[in-house]
Structures are given as structure tokens and as C-alpha cells.
């Protein structure tokens, strides 16, 4: 699987986008972009997949870069309960190999 | 729809004695992973069961851990008998399949501390 790497924490105000970058610069042709998160003292959570196409869900918005190296998931308006560990994974199985994510702060 | 139940939630032993975990996936997902999660890192998968089958277990440190899957539906993990370094959270997850995109879910998890 590829590695992935992102900032181990951002901030966001209340009401805003929250854009959380990921880079997956060796990614394979058969490797789809996954984003989980995970609240605190919770299992973690599915968001979004993908792997070439934009995708959008109830959730968030994934935008993945023409040539796959990189990807944005976007949280339209961030709310308080979007404060959580957010994991970008690049993968061809079954398996997720989680990172230490990126740790979101929503703030009001 | 019900998730994927865990139990217990919590557990403290002391090393070298033994603990087990238990998991009961969501309805008819024929999918079911046993996780890792040691403080500040992201989850290391350790087992993966497709139906009663093993899919793959090369994480699973098998001189100490073992885990079943008895009539594809709950599964057991099991620590014995346990190390300090063993103190994580425990998640179980389930899934539609093994295809690529199917969701995974995750239950509330274990937390256990050795002492």
C-alpha cells in the first residue's frame, strides 16, 4: 500500500470549510484514497472513498488530484462534532493501514 | 440498523494472565476484522476472517494471540498470556466483503490495560 502523509493537526473555526490535505505521492493505478475518522474514545468512521473521480456524500467532498499524488477531503461547514482524527489511506485490499492521522480542532 | 457490538468495554489484568474479547459484527456482513490501537497511533489490523475463514493473520502474534470465528458470525479474540505492551484498544470491524470500497465498521472497542 502506498504511504500517506499528512499534518498531524489543523484547526477550523465553527461554520467554515475544512480542507485536510493528504499526499500519497506512490500511489498505484489500482489503489483507491480512503478517509476515515475517528471521535474520541470511539471506533473509527467511514467517510469517503475514492480513486480517480471527485466524490461527494452526505459528509464531505474527496478532490483527488489529476495525476493521483494528493487529495483534499472538504467538511463544507465544520461543526463541533466534527473534532476528531482524521485518517487518509491509499489502498488496493482489504486491509487499512491507518497513519496517525491529521487531528482536527473545530473551534467557535 | 445495529452496529457492530463489542464487549467488554473496558478490562484491567495483570501480565501473564489471560483476557478475551468478543465481537458480534453487523447482520450478514460476511467480513470481520480484529484492530489494534495502541494510545496516539492509528489502528494496526491484526486478523481478518471471511465468513469462519482466515483471510489473513500476519500481524497476529500467534504466540500469545489466537481468535475464532465460529459459525461465520461472532468471533473471539484472545491474549494469553499478556505483556505489558499488549495495553490498546482492541476494535472489531465488519464488512459486506473483501471487494475493494466496501465500508468497513467499527465497533466501540476494548480498551485493556495490562498492569
Known sequence: DAKTTQPPSMDCAEGRAANLPCNHSTISGNEYVYWYRQIHSQGPQ????????????????LIITEDRKSSTLILPHATLRDTAVYYCIAGAGYALNFGKGTSL???P | ??????????????????????????SGHATLYW??????????????FQNNGVVDDSQLPKDR???ERLKGVDSTLKI????????????????????????????????????
Not at chain 2, 457492530?4 to 453487523?26: D, G, H, L, T
Request: hydrophobic residues 35%; proline residues 5%.
Open chain 2, 1 to 26: 440498523e445495529a452496529g457492530v457490538a463489542q464487549s467488554p468495554r473496558y478490562k484491567i489484568i495483570e501480565k501473564r494472565q489471560s483476557v478475551a474479547f468478543w465481537c458480534n459484527p453487523i
Open chain 2, 35 to 48: 484492530y489494534q490501537q495502541i494510545l496516539g497511533q492509528g489502528p494496526k489490523l491484526l486478523i481478518q
Open chain 2, 80 to 115: 494469553q498470556p499478556a505483556k505489558l505492551e499488549d495495553s490498546a484498544v482492541y476494535l472489531c470491524a465488519s464488512s459486506l466483503g473483501v471487494v475493494q470500497g466496501y465500508e468497513q465498521y467499527f465497533g466501540p472497542g476494548t480498551r485493556l490495560t495490562v498492569t
Open chain 1, 46 to 61: 467511514y467517510i469517503i472513498h475514492g480513486l480517480k473521480n471527485n466524490e461527494t456524500n452526505e459528509m464531505a467532498s
Open chain 2, 65 to 67: 494471540f489466537s481468535a
Open chain 1, 105 to 107: 480542532l473545530v473551534t
